[in-house]
């Protein structure tokens, strides 16, 4: 596709419920992120994939967070016994080496907006 | 302390106003330097990068880092309602993941 893609758009929830929010990087992009922004607040960095490893982790709140690129295209962001603090905007980028290879340049998806009552 | 303080605003002008939103930085090891740029209800786009100290003109927009007070700065001129828009600041920390401010929301209205 020509952009980043993010599914669904919108999504509410009940505590305690299990939820995937899901990434379609632009094709060839090597390097994957996921960010969540609350209301009001900058992104807020979570994990970065190269390829199909996490390379980096150290954002994940705690262990109900949990994310997966199993054929380093698609990437698949778990949130378990969702609490209502995990209501945020939740966006996915990407670029084709990461941030070494160019100057910062993440490309956005539009974020899937996640809201738990 | 945040690795990057950022005033959240709002901040609304009238059209044709010079715009100039701001960030402080904590690591003064920091060498590259973003503005992205995000509409509403829509994911960030980059604007401009810097790198190290000194300015750097795109357009109507001008990027400015002053590394001896760890300060970054871009600059709007002649401002255009379709700027309106929340401006987030953002540094890369080490290879894998920018750190992003907390964004300056701008309305510039007509």
């Known amino acids: 596709g020509a952009g980043v893609s993010q599914t669904p758009s919108n999504k509410v929830t009940e505590k305690g419920k299990y939820v995937e929010l899901r990434c379609d990087p632009i094709?060839?992009?090597?390097?994957l992120y996921w960010y969540r922004q609350s209301l009001g607040q900058g992104p807020e960095f979570l994990i970065y994939?190269?390829?199909?490893?996490?390379?980096?982790d150290s954002g994940l709140p705690n262990d109900r967070f949990f994310a997966v690129r199993p054929e380093g295209s698609v990437s698949t962001l778990k949130i378990q016994r969702t609490e209502r603090g995990d209501s945020a905007v939740y966006l996915c980028?990407?670029?084709?080496?990461?941030?070494?290879?160019?100057?910062?340049?993440?490309?956005f998806g539009e974020g899937s907006r996640l809201t738990v009552l | 302390q945040k690795e990057v303080e950022q005033d959240p605003g709002p901040l609304s002008v009238p059209e044709g106003a010079i715009v100039s939103l701001n960030c402080t930085y904590s690591?003064?090891?920091?060498?590259?330097f973003m503005w992205y740029r995000q509409y509403s209800r829509k994911g960030p786009e980059l604007l401009m990068y810097?790198?190290?100290?000194g300015n750097k003109e795109d357009g109507r927009f001008t990027a400015q880092v002053d590394k001896s007070s760890k300060y970054i700065s871009l600059f709007i001129r002649d401002s255009q309602p379709s700027d309106s828009a929340t401006y987030l600041c953002?540094?890369?920390?080490?290879?894998?993941?920018?750190?992003f401010g907390q964004g300056t929301r701008l309305t510039i209205n007509p």
């Open positions: 980028a990407s670029s084709y080496d990461g941030l070494a290879a160019n100057t910062g340049e993440l490309f």
């Open positions: 094709s060839g992009h090597t390097a």
């Open positions: 994939f190269q390829g199909t490893g996490a390379a980096d």
């Open positions: 690591n003064s090891a920091f060498q590259y």
């Open positions: 810097t790198y190290s100290s």
């Open positions: 953002a540094i890369p920390q080490g290879a894998q993941k920018l750190v």
